[in-house]
């Protein structure tokens, strides 16, 4: 099982899914490019769309997992999961996109005032002296949050390559109806229904069901935003534990 974080998160930022499935799978957890401890992006990167770089880098660890794995992603990181598995489906077994964030068709690829906001972001984080203060911080702004998703996220938030947050240029090129219609392995999405703070929107669900690939279902979980295995993390395990159930057995 392939963990891909989002954006200004890290391969830290998955104690509670690790806990509930480590006992069943081998999980490995990563930090993608420009996140947490692994390299920062190079000039030539951020000129080349960092997105897609992101999807490379996940085939390269597929690639090398020697079997075809679960990949789990949330966000970015659920876009990057989507992508790679549409261009290499033979390495994934099946994928959970908790509420992905591809490009949409009137999206900009590159987007500066998105990269101010990015950045505007993570100052919260950067500007804790210690990680008690970064503690109290978050957890003022997070109190739905489980409290050990607290830290290891705001340190995330401070380790993020801010040339490439302000760079503006953050996901892979591909948009979501393309993806929806090629993906090719079962695929669950699971999205909250706070629609304010969701990347899977009604325009997009409606989108989604008008491809009506078959090999694509969504779920929406009361009660959640963007961050719903954080927010409502019962109602996710859930969900996500019966459609392995479904297409994995066991």
């Not at 401890?37 to 390269?60: C, N, Y």
Request: proline share 6%; charged share 25%.
């Amino acid at each position: 099982m392939l963990f891909l974080h989002g954006l200004t998160d890290s391969g830290s930022g998955w104690p509670g899914a690790e806990r509930h499935w480590g006992s069943t799978y081998s999980i490995v957890t990563i930090d993608q490019r420009g996140h947490g401890g692994s390299p920062r992006f190079t000039k030539e990167q951020l000129e080349a769309h960092p997105g897609e770089v992101m999807v490379d880098d996940a085939i390269d660890i597929l690639d090398q997992l020697g079997a075809p794995a679960v990949v789990v992603g949330h966000s970015l990181g659920g876009a990057v999961a989507l992508a790679a598995a549409v261009r290499r489906p033979e390495l994934v077994r099946v994928l959970v996109l908790e509420d992905p964030a591809p490009l949409g068709p009137d999206d900009l690829q590159r987007d500066p005032s998105r990269g101010d906001a990015f950045l505007s972001g993570v100052q919260e984080s950067l500007s804790a002296r210690d990680d008690a203060e970064l503690f109290r911080i978050r957890r003022q702004s997070r109190a739905d949050w489980p409290e050990d998703e607290l830290l290891v996220t705001g340190r995330a938030e401070r380790q993020t390559d801010l040339a490439y947050l302000a760079h503006g240029d953050i996901k892979p090129t591909s948009r979501w109806p393309e993806l929806f219609e090629k993906v090719a392995v079962p695929t669950l999405v699971v999205s909250g229904d706070a629609m304010a703070e969701v990347c899977i929107t009604d325009d997009v669900q409606r989108g989604i069901a008008e491809i009506a690939n078959p090999h694509v279902e969504l779920v929406r979980v009361p009660g959640a935003g963007h961050c719903i295995r954080r927010e409502q993390p019962d109602a996710y395990y859930d969900a996500v534990d019966a459609f392995l159930v479904r297409h994995l057995g066991g």
